[in-house]
């Protein structure tokens, strides 16, 4: 054993939990917790071990890799279960460690014929006048007459559910399966039942809802999108001590009633009649004789695959702040923080029928809650009381997105241990921090990181609260780098974007702009064509995801994604890359310039922004297909051209932009579309820009990830501090001195004197214009990868003027890395942390040479000179 290093359990694909899987031979890494200074494996062995037969060996492979090796196994089949440890050899010793601690991998159903389930469906029921349908209930008894051994459950549903065992809930995850492109993927859950069943009498039931598939989506208006009936498809599998398997699965012998939860839709809420309950509904010895037998549909189990990512969970419970009584006399409840979920309440002992009201939203607007950015979403949640004494509920096929609750009808007096808030995500692993000096830049990143959370639930939503909550591509686009860093989110992620390939090869290579898709818009609503940013995040996006974690296979399971998007871009180009049938594109969507009326009236061109964006998604398209041994010499090509026609439409011999705005500066400086005598000249006209904006942020969606890291690049370092630090509107920190939780959608979502932006377009919690933590991460505390997946780490703090001390922490895929920084006067004190089996390249500020380490921790001190503040001429420009 080498002394002090130990090995951490395998991690199995991209999986927090590894059951259930779908990948028959999936890959495997592992990372090393080592008080070795500057330690390197140079070996590894691993052993897998089936239930029955013999361990499977790797032997001793003399190697340093430790992230996503092959399998090597004979792969996987249905059901299966395996173990997986490895031992790893340190440089220059002989001695193996200790093997880690095993893991334990199972796989789903691999195979279509391994399914004998059917769709279940309850009897038709037509939604409520306010656009929700009750949830139904479906159940079935069997008798288990061996002793069991093991238990799982298979499940998904057209819709969302809950299961049932025996009366107790089946799982810890809400909203299954989540929201897929139904027509080509259906997602469906496994659980471990085992200690749930018993021998004997039992009986699985079904709570099912509309969810995404039937409710209310999107901003058009409409229902039953993707069906007009919901339906329930399980199968339970017990093993017993002889080998021998007892399957329960859906079909026409189970029964159904609709309950007491009388609505239920995600946009609109919930409304549960405790009256109406019937207990013991999903237990053995229930009368079910007045319930109706379900209906049999059709589903093609070919859709049907495994997660590859963590489900939907309760994160966190967040208690009341302050209990307030509103200029009308309502009772109001702060949470203290915008977040997505649901209240939880301890209901009061009250009179048969009292019932209690909940409204959510965002913000309160001159003291009362501000319900006008909802637009048509109602967010409302309803409970009506049985008279049999006090009890806990919370909803169940819902989510809201809210800081503020106004109840109504709670009999007697309301204190605040009554309520408190559910937080409602998926499940992913954080990975990334980041703190420094000024406190409104650390609550700036602190609100980044729960507007991440309130809209990746299933998927990466643009919002959570109003009648939209759609995986708009382009958001996603511009902050995956951002995303990547603060957590885990290739799991997720990968789902998403097999979801975009499928939903893009139904449109000739088109990618939509939200996905999953659906015929969702209102009237007059653009067509679906080629939409610069949106539809590059099938490659920024995995690219992004590459950068995080090095991986390969993600580019190729995405390679035609990517080409083919590509090719759609360059047709909508023309042949001259000029954009010859114009039209419309979203373009620098919400710059600072565009009225409340109209979000596309940009500074600048719709075809600027798509020429660049063309130039950058063909770059990495070329960078991709080196990787994977593709030719890459048209993709090059493309690149260069998109380059060369941007520069002789936009750009003057010196670098000048022909639209002087924040985001031409900085498409052309940060994607490199300029020549090297046109840059340094192009740096100083974008910090004079910045300057004639009164050091305002003047961009979009688009172009406002680019701002700082341009400036950075030009040698405009104390520019970009300044634009960082700017409190004014519109700015990252306006928000924030207005008391922002989360990342606004607009930079003057509300108005300084605490009115609601007039557009009908306004969300407290959109994370787009949050992809600056990502310069927050790699500039200001100096923390990214060297090379994808930080197998080198790039150490470059950049003081500036205002902030005088800076960290961030990332887990990567080799263990922990961490960079903090002080300034005291010109002393400069900088130190890292590096993971076992990496190196780190540390740029000190203001020294040409780098500095190599290995894996520990380093500390470094040097006097330096940092950036003097800039100048503040009176602003040629001034934000209404």
Same mark, same amino acid.
Request: proline share 6%.
């Given at each position: 054993m080498v002394t002090g290093t130990e090995v951490l359990p395998v991690r199995i694909e991209h999986h927090r939990e590894p059951i259930g899987i779908g990948e028959p031979d999936p890959r495997l890494s592992w990372s090393v917790r080592t008080d070795v200074p500057d330690w390197r494996q140079a070996a590894y062995e691993l052993e897998i071990e089936p239930a029955q037969g013999r361990v499977w060996s790797s032997g001793r492979v003399d190697s340093a890799e430790s992230v996503l090796l092959p399998w090597g196994a004979a792969p996987l089949s249905s059901r299966e279960r395996r173990t997986v440890r490895v031992r790893v050899w340190e440089q220059e010793s002989d001695d193996p460690s200790d093997w880690s601690d095993a893991t334990t991998v199972e796989a789903g159903l691999l195979e279509e014929p391994d399914w004998t389930a059917q769709l279940i469906q309850p009897l038709p029921m037509a939604a409520s006048a306010d656009r929700a349908a009750p949830a139904a209930l479906l159940r079935r008894e069997f008798v288990l007459e061996r002793p069991i051994v093991r238990g799982r459950l298979y499940a998904t549903a057209h819709g969302v559910y809950e299961a049932q065992l025996n009366g107790a809930t089946v799982g810890d995850d809400v909203l299954a399966p989540g929201w897929s492109s139904y027509p080509h993927r259906l997602r469906y859950q496994t659980y471990d039942v085992t200690e749930m069943l018993v021998e004997g009498p039992n009986a699985l039931g079904v709570l099912l809802a509309d969810g995404w598939y039937r409710g209310y989506l999107g901003f058009g208006g409409k229902r039953e999108v993707y069906g007009d009936r919901t339906g329930a498809f399980l199968q339970l599998e017990v093993e017993h001590p002889d080998g021998t398997r007892t399957t329960v699965a859906s079909d026409g012998s189970w029964r159904t009633a609709y309950g007491p939860i009388l609505r239920a839709d995600i946009y609109n809420g919930e409304t549960l009649d405790v009256r109406a309950e019937l207990p013991g509904w999903s237990t053995a010895g229930f009368d079910d004789a007045a319930w109706a037998a379900v209906e049999v549909a059709a589903l093609d189990v070919s859709t049907l695959v495994a997660p590859t990512g963590p489900p939907v969970r309760r994160i966190e419970r967040v208690a009341v702040r302050e209990i307030l009584r509103s200029p009308r006399g309502k009772t109001l409840l702060d949470f203290g923080q915008n977040l997505v979920g649901r209240l939880r309440l301890n209901l009061p002992d009250a009179e048969?029928?009292?019932?209690?009201?909940?409204?959510?939203?965002?913000?309160?607007?001159?003291?009362?809650?501000?319900?006008?950015?909802?637009?048509?979403?109602? /967010?409302? @949640?309803?409970?009506?009381?049985?008279?049999?004494?006090?009890?806990?509920?919370?909803?169940?096929?819902? *989510?809201?997105? *809210?800081?503020?609750?106004?109840?109504?009808?709670?009999?007697? /007096?309301? @204190?605040?241990?009554?309520?408190?808030? %559910? %937080?409602?995500?998926? @499940?992913?692993?954080?990975?990334?921090?980041?703190?420094?000096?000024?406190?409104? %830049?650390?609550?700036?990143? /602190?609100?980044?990181?729960?507007?991440?959370?309130?809209? *990746?639930? @299933? %998927?990466?939503?643009?919002?959570? /609260?109003?009648?939209e909550r759609l995986g708009w591509t382009g958001d996603l686009a511009v902050f995956a780098p951002t995303a990547g860093f603060l957590y885990d989110t290739a799991g997720m992620l990968c789902s998403w974007l097999a979801d975009l390939a499928a939903e893009q090869a139904d449109h000739d290579g088109v990618v939509p702009i939200f996905v999953p898709f659906a015929d969702i818009a209102p009237p007059g609503f653009p067509p679906l064509q080629p939409e610069a940013g949106w539809g590059d995040a099938a490659i920024l996006v995995p690219w992004a995801l590459y950068q995080a974690h090095g991986d390969t296979g993600l580019l190729a399971d995405q390679w035609e994604s990517m080409t083919h998007w590509l090719a759609a871009f360059e047709t909508r180009a023309g042949a001259d890359l000029d954009f010859p049938e114009g039209g419309f594109m979203f373009g620098d969507w919400l710059d600072t310039a565009a009225p409340p009326d109209n979000p596309a009236a940009a500074r600048t061109p719709w075809q600027c922004v798509a020429l660049a964006y063309l130039a950058q998604s063909a770059g990495i398209l070329s960078q991709a297909a080196d990787l994977l041994g593709h030719d890459s010499d048209a993709y090059r090509r493309l690149a260069t051209r998109a380059a060369e026609r941007f520069r002789a439409e936009y750009v003057t011999p010196s670098g000048r932009l022909a639209y002087p705005s924040q985001t031409a500066y900085a498409l052309a400086i940060s994607l490199d579309l300029l020549l090297p005598e046109q840059r340094a000249h192009a740096g100083r006209l974008l910090a004079e820009q910045v300057r004639a904006d009164g050091f305002h942020i003047a961009s979009g969606f688009l172009g406002t990830p680019y701002v700082c890291e341009a400036l950075a690049r030009s040698g405009e370092l104390a520019t970009a501090y300044e634009l960082l630090l700017q409190r004014g509107v519109p700015s990252w920190l306006y928000p924030v001195t207005m008391g922002a939780t989360t990342i606004w959608e607009r930079w003057d979502s509300m108005l300084p004197d605490g009115t609601i932006n007039a557009g009908e377009m306004t969300s407290f919690n959109h994370y787009a214009l949050g992809a600056v933590a990502d310069w927050l991460h790699r500039t200001v505390a100096g923390l990214a990868p060297a090379e994808p997946g930080y197998r080198r780490l790039r150490i470059a703090p950049r003081p500036g003027p205002g902030i005088t001390s800076a960290s961030a922490e990332h887990v990567t895929p080799y263990g922990p890395a961490a960079v903090s920084w002080t300034l005291d006067g010109a002393t400069f004190t900088l130190d890292v942390t590096v993971p076992a089996n990496t190196t780190a390249e540390v740029f000190l500020p203001g020294e040409d040479e780098v500095v190599a380490v290995g894996s520990g921790p380093h500390s470094f001190t040097r006097q330096i000179s940092v950036p003097a503040p800039v100048e503040k001429p009176v602003p040629m420009w001034q934000p209404e």
């Open positions: 048969a029928g009292t019932a209690i009201t909940i409204r959510h939203a965002e913000v309160l607007e001159h003291g009362e809650l501000g319900t006008r950015p909802l637009r048509a979403a109602l /967010q409302l @949640d309803r409970v009506v009381l049985d008279g049999r004494g006090p009890r806990e509920w919370e909803p169940k096929f819902t *989510f809201h997105g *809210f800081r503020y609750a106004e109840i109504t009808g709670w009999p007697g /007096q309301l @204190d605040h241990g009554d309520v408190e808030a %559910v %937080v409602v995500h998926t @499940d992913m692993r954080r990975t990334g921090s980041f703190a420094c000096s000024d406190p409104l %830049v650390t609550r700036l990143h /602190q609100n980044v990181v729960w507007g991440m959370r309130g809209n *990746f639930v @299933d %998927v990466p939503t643009d919002c959570p /609260q109003r009648d």
